[in-house]
């Protein structure tokens, strides 16, 4: 998990929210806004974070030093 801890635009705490968020939209098959509704993310930037994240570090860390 590499989910940033605050919102880029305004900077609110994100990443507490994220392993909750992660569990009831891949895990559990929820609609991903109503999850957001309900975990209290209303501004629309801060739902981007949420919306757009691609986790990547499992790719990248296969490329780390030799």
Request: aromatic letters at 10%.
């Amino acid at each position: 998990m590499m989910i940033p801890v605050r919102c880029f635009t305004c900077g609110a705490v994100i990443a507490d929210k994220w392993e909750e968020y992660d569990r009831r939209v891949n895990q559990e098959h929820e609609d991903s806004g109503k999850v957001l509704d309900e975990l209290g993310v209303k501004r629309y930037c801060c739902r981007r974070m949420f919306i757009s994240h691609v986790d990547l570090i499992d790719e990248i860390i296969k490329f780390g030093r030799k």
